[in-house]
Structures are given as C-alpha cells and as structure tokens.
C-alpha cells in the first residue's frame, strides 16, 4: 500500500507519503453446494513507512491481527462480518483489503458496495486481465461532512479510480487499484492537493496451514458455531474524527479573557482569522460557556461574538443566542446583526430558521428589525431547500409567515419587503403570486416583484413568465413606469431569448423616449460584446440584419448608459463590474446600478448589487410627467445585493421637506453601509479511499467587510458628490488530513488578503445636460499565503512550512469613453 499526499502550490514542501506492507491470509472455512463462500481473512506480519520503519503500538497490532470473515460468491462479497468495537481505523484498513476482493469475471457495468461506498463500476475483459473503473463520483455512503450552499464558496474534487485483476486458471494472481483526487478550493484550483492510492496484492503461496472448515447446511449455521466475535457490518469506510489536542477550547480561553484589550478592526486579515478561530471553539463550547463570553464581552464586540455563534451554527451556541438576545430590549442594530448573519448563513440549518421564526413571532418590533426578519427568513428558507430541505417543518412555516403576510400587507412598503423575501427564497411555487404583483401593482410593488423574479435561475424562467414581461414593456393591458419596463426588458433578454422577443423590444426602442431607449440599446450592445453572456450568440445572428442593425435605429443621444467589463480573469473565476445609468430627459439621474459579479464554474454570484433611485425629479426641473403616468411622490432610496441575498431597501428621503431637513442637517460624516464578518465558505469532507485509510477536507474562509457610504451636496456650487468605500479582508483555510493507524499527517494552505475599494460619483448641476463624473479605483492590495506541513507517527513527529507575501499595485478602472472625456472635463475644473 503507497498513499501520498502533495500540494500541487508552489512554492510548498513536500508533501507527506505512506507506505506499508502485510501479509494476508485467506482461508476457506465453508462452501456450499451454490458456490457461496465463507472466508476467514487474516492481516499479519504488518510494517508501515517511511522514512523509518513506524511500529504499531501492541493495542492496534493485535486488533489487526484480529481475523474477519466475508461471505463470497463468484467473486462478489455478500456480507461482512467482524468485531464492531474494534477501532474505526483498523475495521477501515480491513475493509480496503476485502474490497480488493470486489470482482466479476465478464465485462459490463454493475452496482457494487466496498469500502467507497456503493458506486457505480465499469469491467472490461482481455484474456487472463480484468479492469474495473469505478465512478467515485457516483458513490453514495451514509452522509458525512457538509459544504457551503453556493457552490463558488464549495470544493471542486476530481476523483479517478482503476483496478487490474490478473485471474490464471480461476485463481485470482495478482491485484493493482490504483486511485487519485485532485482537490481544490472552487475559486482557486492552484490551492489544490493531489491524493495518491496505491494498493497491490500478489499471490505468494496457495499452501498455508489455517483453521479447519466448518460444516454446516447454512452460512447461519456454521457463523453461530463459530468462536470469533462476528456482527455483520457495512462494506463502506466509517468515517473517522480526528481529536485535536492543541485547539483551544471556549472555556481556556475565558480563562484569559481580558475584556479591555479587544482591539478589532473588521476589514483587516488578523480579525478575520480571530473570528474564524471563534467559531472553531464556538462549535465545541458548551451552553454555559458561550453565555459567559456574551456576558463578559464589551459592548463593542457583542455583534463580533453574535456573528460567530450564528456561522458556529452549533445547538449550544444557538441556544445561548435564543437565551441571550431580547427582541423587545436589545439594539435595533444588534437584531439586524444578527438576522443578516442568519441570512448569510453559508449552510444554514432548520434550527437556525426557527430561531429566527420564534424571535420574530408575536412581537412589536421596530419596523427595520421586522423588515430585515423577514428579508432573512426568506434567504434561510431559499437556502434550505438548495439543502434539499424544503420538507422541514420549519420550512414550511417560514415561507407561510411571508405569504400570509404578503396576503395581508396594507402598505406599498409591506407588500415590497415580502415580494423581496421572495425573490430570496426562490421558490419556484411563488412565482404565479410575483407574476400577480407584477402585473396589479403600483410601480413600487411592480418593480419588487421582478427584482424577486431576476433571483430565479433560466429554467424557471418560463413561457408564462416570458409573456408577463412581454405585457408589462409592450404595455399591452396597462401603462407602466419607465424603470418596470426595462426590468421586464432585462428578464427576456438574460433568459434564453427568442430572436423575436429581441427584434421587438429592439424595433420598439425606435419609439421610446431619448434617454428610454439609448439605455435599452447600450444594454443590447453591452451583452453582444460579453463573451460570458448567454444570448450574445442569438443577438450576433440578429445583428447581421440591416433592417435591425442601422442608424435609424442606433442613431439614438442621451447620456443613459449600460456598460460591463472583467475586472479579474482567472482560469477559475472571472469577476465583472457593471454599471447602469437611467437619465430622465431633464438630465437628473432616475436609476443607478452598480454590479460585481462572480462567474466560476457555471455558477453565478452577485457578490455586491446596489441600485439607487430617484422620483419625483420632474417636477424640481419643470418636466411634464409623460401623459397616462401618475406623478410620483418626490423620493430617493437604495436597495442592496449582498453576495444573492437581498437586504431590506433602505430610504434616503421622502418629500421635500425631509429631503431638505436631511440637507441641512446632514453632518458630512460616513454613514456605515455594512459591517461586520460573514462566514463564506464552510467545508467539510470525507474521502474514502481504496485502501482503506481515509482523507479529511476541511475548507472555512471569512470576510470582513466595511462599506460606508457619504454625500455631499452644495447648493452653492450646484453639485452633488457621493463616495462609498469598501474595505475588505478574506482569509482562506484550506486542509487535508491523512489518518492511519500509524500515521497522521496535514497539508495545510491560509491564504489573506486585504483590500479597499472607492466609488466616486460627482454631478455637476449647473450644466446642461448634467455632467457626471464616475471613478472605480483600487488601492494596493497585501497578500500573503502560507503552506504547512505536519506529520506525527508515534513519538515522532515533524513540522514543515513555507510562505510568500506580496503586494500588487493599485489601479484605477476605466469605464467608458464618454464618463473619462466629462471626469476629465469636471476634475480639471476643480483644479
């Protein structure tokens, strides 16, 4: 047996190797007259390595030694039967063997359990050779282990499998398995480790002396006559946990708690890890213990100590969070902490839900905190199905709290939090109700429902779907406002779309007003120059004909626009930013939003969305309102994406008389967007393999982040300037563990990196139309990575460690022609 573990980083040290060595004995004890089998397998003369030879100690080698027996049949095993108090290391070494075992002689594909679980097998067949390829990845086994919902958070494992059977005169000669997993984390294959298995059994004598056969009319019979201990056990390898001796438990670390030097600054790399080792200890903490530190803990880092008890997601650390917070006492901004940490939950599970539920429930909560529950509930619920746990109870009294009070809200305000709540949950059964709202709706409720609509994937994107949104931009039953009319535009045109659906809404842009259809037409163009997009191949064909593609139609100015460009390309992740800009014809910015996008592995993530409107502009400028369109009440207000979670809008003003009171009573200071420190990536894997050891994948990463937005508007120099800066950390732990008998070893890879990222907007009034100057730029951003390597075998053990840190430079990122030709034209002039 030749295992080996190697990181496939470089720099990294080398990697960790086993090699080991047994004579086996097989020894028929019964047959009948069928042709089943009873045999006695029997491990001896055991010695493992390298470099020196390592001993088991006497407790493992007499186990070892310890025979099993397997029921066999024409080269399949039937049954298993051992002791099963015997250690989970030694009863798995024992299954890899007897898999080994696991043949047929003519070719096909078959269902076969061994030690990998019951998998899929291919045999092909060449005078005395047999070769079996078993798909790894069709193996199911009793579940172990979990992993992030959203699959760019998750592990991407690449996993080969191939034995050859050499069979001279129906004695089995000679067996080769050999096996290999690539694993690595789904946004950075480079941070990968590579497994390596190798198992060889080769006949050395068919003359051996063993015990004597037993006779008997049943295997029943002969297994009850029989001394051994022999339970009947399962073929595939149990999986093992193992003891971490040097973690620091919750309770030692009270012990040294110094409430006066927390000292913690969210965007950086050292609190980040500082919260990761939390929720380690967190998880392994008891009730008591987790009350204690939320208790003695300053005020400042109670929402630090919430937000790891909500990722830990442990019974006793949810537990103590029920006890602890009070919903009728404790902050508003402690609650929001809380229910957002919930709804960024990476794994969430029904206990988290109906935590969430039970705080939320019969009381008299400030509107935000009730806003941002059930913006959560709707994220937990969506999240819990992915799980494929729609069937909780918890579930389903989730998604009936935000449908009964979706039927019974009174307000605009209401009914949009509930629509959002359902885009979050993406539940397929809801979309006929966000198609209803859709279509009734006010403008507000409207535009909710889309935005629900656009979290749903293209397969649920139907054709009823499809012909509301027709409805809604052609306007075939009522009018709708400009901005519903693109969003329904958007969802036929990100949705596998008919080149007729295209054609339409291309030819209908001729009769849209300026600044309508320029941002309509630049979308257009915008997703035929992405290489990512899923229709540009339709809208290309659709571009060669000249009655669509032709000045007529293109000819259209306004200072709308529609842009998106890579920011970073990987061979595993590619990461856009894309801007929308919606003008009314008077030249006041209607519609902005701002997209980071993650594309990997046919996933998509929307890492950060943000849209700020404006209504109600008109009036302030004199612009008549279009005829069968309501004048809208004067307002302004954002709504955020956070990594495909919708979070509660918030408004910035409604009327002029708060929007003149905010003015004059603004301070000039940042106001905090998001803070805080989310749990991304959450993995935990076992690998069986061939040989019957076993390899462990452990992959946690959290984000710090700290977003503040600020406004500056000056009446008397006619300008408005806003500013929002993202400071971020994200730290990656990513390991694999080998656990044998004799050896333990880890291949460890931590990876940060900090960054800062600024958004400035500057609009000049005084012009006409109005200048607007946008800047996207990136400080220089510190990393730092560091690959580990221990191995302990006995008294001996050894440590290994290599790194590299650096700095990459910052840059500015240009967006487009015309928004460099006016930043230029306005930062001159404040010169």
């Not at 629509?419 to 979309?431: D, Y």
């Not at 902005?592 to 700020?612: C, W």
Request: proline share 5%.
């Amino acid at each position: 047996m030749d295992v080996q573990l190697v990181d496939a980083s470089t720099p990294s040290p080398q990697g960790a190797w086993l090699q080991a060595e047994a004579l086996v004995q097989l020894h028929q004890l019964w047959r009948d007259r069928g042709g089943e089998e009873l045999l006695q397998v029997q491990v001896q003369d055991s010695t493992g390595g390298p470099p020196e030879e390592i001993a088991l100690s006497q407790e493992a080698q007499a186990e070892l030694q310890q025979p099993v027996f397997i029921s066999w049949n024409s080269g399949k095993v039937k049954a298993f039967y051992g002791d099963e108090a015997e250690s989970i290391l030694i009863s798995n070494l024992k299954r890899g063997i007897i898999s080994l075992l696991q043949l047929q002689p003519h070719a096909g594909t078959a269902m076969e359990e061994d030690v990998s679980g019951r998998c899929q097998v291919t045999y092909t067949t060449s005078n005395h050779s047999i070769t079996k390829t078993k798909d790894l990845l069709s193996c199911t086994k009793p579940k172990s282990g979990f992993t992030s919902v959203n699959k760019i958070f998750g592990v991407e494992w690449q996993p080969t499998s191939r034995s050859q059977y050499m069979v001279k005169d129906n004695l089995l000669q000679s067996v080769l398995a050999e096996e290999s997993h690539v694993v690595s984390p789904a946004l950075r294959s480079t941070t990968g480790i590579k497994i390596s298995s190798r198992q060889q059994l080769q006949l050395v004598s068919t003359q051996t002396s063993g015990p004597a056969e037993v006779t008997g009319q049943r295997l029943e019979d002969v297994l009850s006559v029989m001394e051994e201990q022999h339970q009947p056990l399962g073929m595939p390898s149990l999986p093992f946990r193992r003891v971490c001796t040097l973690c620091p438990s919750l309770r030692a670390y009270l012990k040294g708690f110094d409430s006066q030097s927390v000292k913690m600054d969210t965007s950086k790399a050292a609190t980040t890890w500082q919260f990761q080792r939390l929720i380690q200890m967190l998880r392994g903490a008891k009730k008591r213990d987790i009350l204690q530190l939320l208790r003695r803990a300053p005020e400042a880092m109670i929402p630090f100590v919430v937000e790891a008890a909500v990722a830990a997601q442990s019974v006793a650390s949810l537990a103590a969070l029920s006890d602890f917070l009070d919903f009728s006492k404790d902050p508003k901004s402690l609650l929001e902490k809380f229910l957002y940490a919930a709804a960024f939950s990476p794994r969430p599970s029904g206990d988290l839900l109906c935590l969430v539920l039970d705080k939320l429930d019969g009381k008299q909560l400030a509107p935000e905190v009730q806003e941002t529950g059930i913006v959560a509930v709707g994220s937990l619920v969506g999240k819990l199905c992915r799980q494929k746990l729609c069937g909780l109870q918890e579930v389903e009294r989730g998604v009936e709290t935000i449908l009964t009070g979706l039927r019974g809200a009174e307000e605009e305000s209401k009914t949009v939090i509930y629509l959002l709540a359902l885009g979050n949950a993406v539940l397929p059964k809801t979309i006929p109700t966000l198609l209803d709202h859709a279509e009734e709706g006010p403008a507000t409720v409207t535009t909710a429902a889309i935005s629900a609509l656009r979290q749903f994937p293209p397969q649920h994107i139907s054709d009823k779907v499809k012909r509301a949104m027709r409805r809604i931009f052609h306007e075939t039953r009522k009018s709708y406002e400009k901005t519903c009319r693109l969003a329904a535009a958007e969802i036929l045109l990100d949705n596998e779309p008919l080149p007729m659906d295209v054609i339409n809404i291309l030819l209908a842009a001729s009769e849209l007003e300026t600044e309508m259809a320029m941002f309509l037409l630049l979308k257009v163009q915008n997703n035929l120059h992405a290489d990512h997009h899923p229709a540009r191949k339709i809208m290309k064909d659709i571009m060669r004909d000249p009655r669509i593609n032709n000045y007529n139609l293109f000819s259209k100015v306004g200072i709308s626009s529609s842009f998106s460009g890579p920011l970073t390309v990987t061979q595993d992740l590619l990461s856009t930013f894309g801007l929308d800009l919606l003008f009314l014809e008077g030249g006041f910015l209607r519609k902005s939003v701002s997209d980071f996008s993650l594309l990997s592995h046919g996933q998509r993530l929307r890492a950060a969305q943000v849209t700020i409107e404006a209504q109600g502009m008109e009036s302030m400028v004199g612009e008549n309102v279009l005829e069968g369109e309501e004048e809208p009440e004067l307002m302004a207000g954002m709504s955020a994406i956070f990594f495909d979670v919708q979070l509660r809008p918030i408004v910035f003003f409604q009327g002029y008389t708060d929007l003149m009171a905010k003015v004059l009573l603004s301070s000039g200071e940042p106001t905090s967007v998001v803070k805080g420190n989310l749990l991304l990536m959450d993995h935990h894997q076992v690998i069986p393999l061939q040989s019957g050891l076993q390899v462990t994948i452990r992959l946690q990463g959290g984000l710090g982040l700290d977003i503040s937005a600020n406004m500056d508007v000056s009446i008397w120099e006619q300008e408005l300037k806003t500013s929002i800066n993202t400071r971020g950390s994200l730290a990656i732990d990513f390991q694999a563990e080998l656990d044998a008998p004799f050896l333990q070893a880890t291949l460890r890879n931590q990876m940060e990196v900090e960054t800062s990222i600024h958004f400035d907007t500057m609009l000049k009034f005084s012009s006409s139309p109005v200048l607007m100057c946008l800047q996207l730029r990136e400080e220089q951003v510190p990393y730092r990575e560091i690959f580990t390597v221990s191995k302990s075998a006995g008294s001996q053990s050894s440590t290994t460690r290599k790194g590299r840190q650096g700095i990459l430079p910052g840059r500015e990122f240009a967006l487009h022609g015309a928004n460099s030709r006016v930043c230029n034209l306005l930062l001159r002039a404040e010169e």
